[in-house]
């Protein structure tokens, strides 16, 4: 029989802890009209020390759990989509596993960056349409603030901590679920977007350390060039494909980057802006957990209902990008 995913809850964490546009004009050369006009962010959130990623993840999973109705037990697998794992290894997945009371589930990372969540979405869709699964929890988490440099203006405004998580099931009900992906790479983007050190072409030593090449480096004009010509095409060519065009769209959920970029692919769509979930003024860029963690914030303010067309884009390091066709399954 024909089954399809769909997604049968969202939630996500924030910490409690909020970095505003005047805090860091006391930290760096910068004022909060700079931040604001250019990116859009007014503030964001930073996760306390002595916690990471998997602290944030296994929240949101909780909370998944809460929201549906479940117990953590039942849920067979946890993909986490995240470029600031807790460490190397054992997977930020395996310590989510463990903190959410998850037992049941297997579990491990994927990493594509900002786009890192829409990735782990496609897999797991996968194991709902293969019909060998019927609950996979996809986690979009990042502790941001762990590899960013808080004495570079140029990417220290950016960026702040936070979790998001689904939970997909199978549907018999053709009307609704994850309808389509479009996910892309460009390997030749690395340059322009990356952590340098602490992998295996330079572990961290003295010099790494003494050169601040833990810390995320990126050419932020040539990004944005690219992520605005890349978000806005891929969201227009999945909708397309699927003879659809942007007044179809209920809700159109962008990766937070930069609101400039949002604009420019919204303008493309031609959606209203009313149908477009933005919140990077609360939460700056997220990576991977932003398409999530606004997913959450619409649902509560009571934005999506049963068998809306909704899509997802988004562009990250690597490069990497793509978008995400759905319709909604439940009423609120
Ligand atoms: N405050 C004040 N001035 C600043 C700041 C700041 N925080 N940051 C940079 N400037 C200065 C620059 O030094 C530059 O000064 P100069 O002309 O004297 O050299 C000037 O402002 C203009 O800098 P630009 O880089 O041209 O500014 P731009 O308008 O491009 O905005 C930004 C910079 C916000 C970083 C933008 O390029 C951007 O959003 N890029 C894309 C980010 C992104 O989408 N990343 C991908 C996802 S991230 C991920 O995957 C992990």
């Known amino acids: 029989m024909y089954k399809n995913a769909y997604i049968s809850a969202v939630a ?15 930290m760096v050369d910068t004022s909060g009209e700079w931040i604001r006009t250019r990116t859009g962010i007014k503030e964001r959130r930073i996760l306390e020390d ?16 809460k929201l549906r109705g479940i117990d953590p037990m039942e849920i067979e697998g946890i993909i986490v989509a995240t470029v600031t794992p807790d460490m190397f290894f054992p997977s ?26 829409l990735y782990a979405l496609s897999i797991g869709t996968q194991y709902i349409k293969a019909g060998t699964h019927s609950k996979i929890v ?16 140029n990417t220290c405004v950016l960026f702040g901590d936070a979790a998001g998580a689904v939970l997909l099931e199978p549907t018999d009900d053709e009307q609704i679920g994850l309808i389509d992906f479009m996910l892309f790479s460009d390997g030749s ?39 605005v010509s890349k978000m806005a095409e891929v969201a227009v060519n999945i909708i397309e494909k699927h003879g659809y065009s942007g007044k179809d769209l209920k809700l159109f959920v962008p990766h937070q980057a ?21 919140n990077i ?23 999506l209902n049963k068998n809306d067309l909704v899509l997802f884009a988004t562009f990250g390091g690597g490069f990497t990008w793509g978008s995400t066709l759905l319709r909604w399954a439940y009423d609120k």
Request: with cysteine; charged share 25%.
């Open 12 to 26: 996500h964490y924030v910490p409690e802890k909020v970095l505003t546009n005047f805090d860091l004009e006391k």
């Open 50 to 65: 002595g916690k990471a990623t998997s602290d944030m993840a296994a929240e949101a999973v909780k909370n998944i759990c």
């Open 92 to 117: 930020t997945g395996n310590l989510v596993q463990e903190k959410s009371g998850a037992k049941n589930a297997w579990s491990f990372d994927v990493a594509a960056a900002c786009s890192g969540f």
């Open 138 to 153: 996809v986690v979009g988490a990042d502790k941001m603030s762990a590899i960013t440099n808080y004495r570079d203006r």
């Open 189 to 227: 983007g690395a340059e322009y977007l990356k952590l340098k050190a602490g992998g295996s072409l330079y572990p961290a030593s003295l010099e790494t350390v003494a050169n601040d090449w833990h810390f995320i480096y990126q050419d932020g004009k040539y990004v944005f060039k690219f992520a």
């Open 258 to 278: 930069n609101l400039r970029i949002i604009d420019a692919t919204v303008k493309r769509l031609g959606i209203d802006y009313d149908k477009v979930m933005i």
């Open 281 to 303: 003024e609360k939460f700056g860029n997220t990576t991977a957990a932003t398409i999530p963690l606004a997913l959450s914030e619409a649902w509560e303010q009571g934005k």
